[in-house]
């Protein structure tokens, strides 16, 4: 039977047989040596009471005074004990012993499994899906290893199993009706859970998040379905960010030809444009331009009436005249888009980061506080010093890839400070603290939860969890039920968020539209919106592409 009891469970009973034991042996050791060194006889009884006083130190009442060497010896050792007793029954004996007693709320084994979903080892790259599963009442259990996080994580409502694969590997035999499985846990853990539940039979999908993406291979081999690597994808994403080469304002450009372009400019605080509505603007009748957009906190929200207003510091997406264009800018500052690209961090992500860069031309200078291979600049990005050393304001983005977001929300400071005009794009390790880069400057904002979030939501709940990028395109498309209005008519950038910026007639692409313009049916129409936006104009007026 005691071979079934905890070890904590063992020592505390053990503790609790010795206790008495050493103290008749103590008091026994007493009433002789009181007899036989002292010549002051004591009962057996009056001998308990002083072992017991000496070994929970409460003091002595007649016997405080012994006169033969030995037996003070003694009574010294005794009250030495007593005292090292007392500081080791807690830490030793009792509290391991009230914590195995708490630890026994979380179970042990998993529940059943069918149609659920399981995570084996918790994480920041899976904060934002797992509250997607909540939303969609999504069943899943966590088993997780570490004793303080289960507990946090069952404080916080999720469904947790605590305790340790490498010594019981037996829990997984409940894993045969799971939905998925899903691993986080380091890379040699993740194979050991993968081997694991194939053997105890589990036939279903096992998706891994894989730290490094040389063992996308062999965890393949031994039975995953899939291998992401999020740190990757998150520095792919960045990448994108930051390059026109990789990613362009908008898809279609070519459509456009000569007679119109695309551009971003900053919305200045002290611009007269800021904070205003869009409807008392008139941009398209006093400046010749439509704008299709603004990119502020990460979001790109395309113009939703007249009452849309201009935020300071958003970066707005302008179409017009490279004249009309030229022109807006003493009112908005364009963004630069020539320079080096500078990258500060030069971890995991950073370096996908500038290799992704380089890979496609762009000239990348890379800060890091260590002299690795391929660091061009050697300190703290919060140091002004290092910020003139990189040239930071000529660059044409900045992209912080720091792997610690409190250093990283001050280093947007620092940045936005210096550099205002720059776009700034950071890397985020926990998704809640995405709102505090924000606020401290950042244009964009990815963390690693948001792109695994994304790749674990299209296989495990089949839609697309955060949009990372939100697209911008140009498409040609019919007239529809649009033939015999205006381009310019608020209705249908109202009802669908896109813009008709030109219309191509015949051979002649017209870009400017007096007031008795009216759409043929045989136009086509350039139109300019997000993706969503442009399914919803095909929708609304019956316009193909």
Same mark, same amino acid.
């Given at each position: 039977?005691?071979?079934t009891?905890?070890?904590?469970?063992r020592?505390?009973?053990l503790?609790?047989? *010795?206790?008495?034991?050493?103290?008749?042996?103590?008091?026994?050791?007493?009433?002789?040596?009181?007899?036989?060194l002292?010549?002051?006889?004591?009962?057996?009884?009056?001998?308990?009471?002083?072992a017991?006083e000496?070994?929970t130190?409460t003091?002595?009442?007649?016997?405080? !005074?012994?006169?033969h060497?030995?037996?003070a010896l003694?009574?010294? +050792?005794?009250?030495?004990? =007593?005292?090292?007793?007392?500081?080791?029954?807690?830490?030793?004996?009792?509290?391991?012993?009230?914590?195995?007693?708490f @630890?026994t709320?979380l179970? $042990?084994?998993?529940?059943?499994?069918?149609?659920k979903v399981?995570?084996?080892?918790h994480?920041a790259a899976?904060?934002?899906?797992l509250?997607e599963?909540?939303?969609?009442?999504t069943? &899943?259990?966590?088993?997780?290893?570490?004793?303080?996080?289960?507990?946090?994580?069952?404080?916080?409502g999720y469904?947790?199993v605590?305790?340790?694969?490498?010594q019981?590997p037996?829990v997984?035999?409940?894993?045969?009706?799971?939905r998925a499985i899903?691993?986080?846990a380091d890379?040699? *853990?993740?194979?050991r859970?993968t081997?694991l539940?194939?053997e105890?039979? &589990?036939?279903? @999908?096992?998706?891994?998040?894989?730290?490094?993406?040389?063992?996308? #291979?062999?965890?393949l081999?031994?039975?995953?379905?899939?291998?992401?690597?999020?740190?990757?994808?998150?520095? =792919?994403?960045?990448?994108?960010?930051?390059?026109?080469?990789i990613s362009?304002?908008?898809?279609?450009?070519h459509?456009?030809g000569?007679?119109?372009a695309?551009?971003?400019f900053?919305l200045?605080?002290t611009?007269?444009?800021a904070?205003?509505? +869009?409807?008392?603007?008139?941009?398209?009748h @006093?400046h010749?331009?439509?704008?299709?957009?603004?990119w502020h906190?990460g979001?790109?929200?395309?113009? @939703? =009436?007249p009452?849309t207003?201009?935020?300071?510091?958003?970066?707005?997406?302008?179409?017009?005249?490279?004249?009309?264009?030229?022109?807006?800018?003493?009112?908005?500052?364009?963004?630069?888009?020539?320079g080096?690209?500078?990258?500060a961090g030069?971890?995991?992500v950073?370096?996908?980061v500038?290799?992704m860069?380089?890979?496609?031309?762009?000239t990348c200078?890379v800060?890091?506080?260590?002299?690795?291979?391929?660091?061009?600049?050697l300190?703290n990005?919060?140091e002004?010093?290092?910020?003139?050393r990189?040239?930071?304001?000529?660059?044409?983005?900045?992209?912080?890839a720091?792997?610690?977001?409190?250093?990283?929300?001050?280093?947007?400071?620092?940045?936005?400070?210096?550099?205002p005009e720059?776009p700034?794009?950071v890397?985020?390790?926990?998704?809640?603290?995405?709102?505090?880069?924000?606020?401290?400057?950042?244009d964009?904002a990815?963390?690693? #939860?948001?792109?695994?979030?994304?790749?674990? #939501?299209? !296989?495990l709940?089949?839609? !697309?969890?955060?949009?990372?990028e939100?697209r911008?395109?140009?498409?040609?498309?019919?007239?529809?039920?649009?033939a015999g209005? !205006?381009p310019?008519r608020?209705?249908?950038?109202?009802?669908?968020?896109?813009?008709?910026?030109?219309v191509?007639?015949a051979s002649?692409?017209l870009?400017?539209?007096?007031?008795?313009?009216q759409?043929?049916?045989?136009?086509?129409?350039?139109?300019c919106?997000?993706l969503?936006?442009?399914? $919803?104009?095909?929708?609304?007026?019956?316009?193909?592409?």
């Amino acid at each position: 039977m005691t071979r079934t009891l905890s070890r904590s469970t063992r020592r505390l009973l053990l503790f609790v047989a *010795a206790l008495p034991a050493t103290m008749v042996v103590m008091a026994t050791l007493y009433m002789l040596g009181m007899e036989h060194l002292e010549g002051a006889p004591r009962t057996f009884l009056e001998s308990l009471q002083w072992a017991s006083e000496t070994i929970t130190t409460t003091g002595y009442g007649n016997d405080s !005074h012994w006169q033969h060497p030995v037996f003070a010896l003694f009574v010294i +050792l005794g009250q030495i004990m =007593g005292q090292f007793l007392v500081f080791l029954i807690f830490p030793i004996f009792l509290l391991p012993y009230l914590e195995e007693r708490f @630890q026994t709320r979380l179970p $042990r084994f998993l529940p059943p499994m069918a149609g659920k979903v399981l995570f084996y080892r918790h994480g920041a790259a899976i904060e934002t899906l797992l509250e997607e599963f909540r939303r969609t009442t999504t069943p &899943f259990v966590i088993y997780e290893e570490d004793l303080q996080l289960a507990q946090s994580l069952r404080d916080q409502g999720y469904g947790v199993v605590y305790g340790n694969l490498s010594q019981n590997p037996a829990v997984l035999a409940g894993v045969v009706d799971a939905r998925a499985i899903v691993t986080l846990a380091d890379d040699h *853990a993740n194979a050991r859970c993968t081997l694991l539940a194939r053997e105890y039979g &589990f036939c279903g @999908q096992i998706f891994a998040l894989a730290k490094e993406p040389l063992y996308r #291979a062999p965890m393949l081999r031994i039975g995953a379905t899939d291998v992401f690597t999020p740190a990757h994808v998150l520095g =792919g994403a960045l990448a994108s960010r930051a390059s026109l080469r990789i990613s362009p304002p908008a898809d279609g450009l070519h459509l456009l030809g000569t007679q119109l372009a695309l551009t971003e400019f900053r919305l200045r605080p002290t611009s007269p444009l800021a904070g205003q509505r +869009l409807g008392d603007l008139h941009l398209r009748h @006093q400046h010749g331009v439509t704008l299709i957009g603004q990119w502020h906190a990460g979001r790109f929200t395309p113009p @939703q =009436g007249p009452d849309t207003r201009l935020q300071p510091g958003a970066i707005l997406i302008v179409v017009g005249t490279p004249d009309h264009l030229e022109g807006l800018e003493r009112l908005v500052m364009p963004i630069r888009r020539q320079g080096p690209c500078v990258v500060a961090g030069f971890g995991a992500v950073g370096f996908k980061v500038a290799q992704m860069l380089q890979d496609v031309g762009e000239t990348c200078t890379v800060i890091d506080r260590q002299a690795f291979p391929g660091v061009d600049i050697l300190g703290n990005v919060l140091e002004l010093g290092t910020l003139q050393r990189a040239r930071v304001r000529e660059a044409s983005t900045v992209v912080l890839a720091l792997s610690d977001d409190s250093e990283a929300i001050f280093a947007a400071a620092a940045v936005r400070d210096y550099a205002p005009e720059a776009p700034l794009i950071v890397r985020v390790c926990r998704a809640r603290n995405t709102e505090r880069m924000y606020r401290a400057g950042a244009d964009f904002a990815i963390s690693e #939860a948001e792109v695994a979030g994304q790749i674990l #939501a299209y !296989h495990l709940l089949g839609e !697309h969890l955060i949009p990372v990028e939100n697209r911008i395109r140009i498409s040609r498309l019919g007239a529809g039920t649009l033939a015999g209005t !205006h381009p310019w008519r608020h209705e249908i950038r109202e009802h669908s968020g896109a813009n008709i910026i030109a219309v191509a007639r015949a051979s002649e692409v017209l870009i400017e539209f007096p007031a008795d313009f009216q759409i043929q049916a045989s136009d086509v129409l350039l139109v300019c919106g997000t993706l969503q936006d442009l399914e $919803r104009f095909q929708q609304v007026f019956h316009s193909q592409p």
